[in-house]
């Protein structure tokens, strides 16, 4: 089907096949045909925002070498990068969350290395819970939990979670695919909004892989899919893959937007940029603390963009940004 055709069925909101997708990211990223993608997936995410962009702010509770060994993770005791844990207090993860909120992110996030304990992390966003508006929009950011665990999230006062299927897991990570999916399954039984993305994508991954990829976080009617690049940690064996360019995230970005249903009304990337907002990414995260694709035990002295930063790149992209909670965890009837 030529682009024309490609287009048309975007527009007659049709799903496509995974030969489909396979084609759009066949595209040269600098070739006509991926401009006009990357304008249509603009369209679809600005029409379904009302023109709206979301800033999410994350924090980390702690920083450790992490044993589950994901080569593209700073994390990652193989990596070498961080060598010992180091916690947060209740009260410093309570003025994060309470910083990030005085900022205006339309969420807060939580997140934790693998092996942190669930009982703690509990306790603690439960303090977070306590200090934060009744409307803000608190979202765990953890390793794979129990159908149990997940029950115990949601009664803590999350609303919801991000966990990815990420590419060639059970491979370049130590963790088996099965246990992702069973943990996205025992999220959502619990009545949390789960949010994906395709990620994290090198030079190496096929465009069928990729396509393969973008289904499957369109396949459980997610809060946000989207796309984000595999960030190179110095001196680790996966960052002598390389990295792709913005603009080949740009691509794919803008064709998981039309590989995904239209009842999912987000499309993050990460890192912000301008590329990304211009093809259809209307998430972004702002960070501090500890940062997976970092090598700064505090992001925001590195890596980590501000919500004000964020925004900044937004508006310079030609969208408005959303006040007030997150229409993306919003429960969906």
Not at 139 to 150: E, K, L, M, T
Request: hydrophobic fraction near 35%; proline fraction near 5%.
């Amino acid at each position: 089907m030529d682009i024309d055709g490609l287009l048309k069925k975007s527009r007659d909101r049709e799903a496509f096949s995974k030969e489909e997708l396979v084609q759009m990211l066949g595209c040269a990223p600098d070739a006509p045909e991926s401009y006009r993608i990357m304008a249509e997936a603009n369209r679809i995410s600005k029409e379904l925002t009302g023109n709206r962009a979301e800033v999410h702010g994350q924090f980390a509770l702690n920083l450790a070498p992490c044993p589950c060994n994901c080569a593209f993770c700073s994390f990652a005791r193989i990596n070498g990068v961080f060598t010992r844990e180091t916690r947060i207090s209740p009260e410093e993860a309570v003025a994060r969350a309470r910083q990030f909120e005085f900022d205006g992110a339309n969420a807060v996030f939580v997140m934790t290395t693998a092996t942190y304990p669930f009982g703690l992390f509990l306790e603690i966003a439960q303090e977070v819970r306590r200090a934060l508006q009744p409307e803000t929009v608190l979202i765990a950011n953890v390793g794979d939990q129990s159908p149990q665990n997940a029950r115990r999230l949601k009664d803590a006062g999350f609303a919801g979670v991000y966990h990815a299927l990420r590419l060639r897991e059970g491979s370049d990570t130590g963790i088996p695919t099965d246990q992702r999916r069973a943990s996205i399954r025992a999220f959502l039984e619990a009545g949390l909004l789960v949010g994906t993305c395709v990620e994290p994508v090198g030079p190496e991954h096929s465009n069928e892989e990729l396509a393969e990829m973008i289904l499957f976080t369109g396949s459980f009617d997610p809060a946000y899919s989207g796309a984000a690049r595999r960030i190179a940690i110095p001196g680790s064996e996966i960052g002598k893959r390389g990295m792709i360019s913005e603009l080949r995230m740009a691509q794919i970005v803008a064709v998981t937007r039309l590989g995904v249903p239209r009842s999912v009304p987000g499309n993050c990337t990460h890192e912000p940029c301008t590329l990304g907002a211009a093809a259809g990414a209307n998430l972004f995260w702002a960070e501090t603390g500890a940062n997976p694709r970092d090598t700064r035990e505090k992001t925001e002295e590195g890596r980590g963009e501000t919500v004000e930063t964020c925004r900044t790149l937004f508006r310079e992209s030609g969208w408005e940004i959303l006040e007030g909670p997150s229409h993306f965890y919003r429960g969906r009837g």
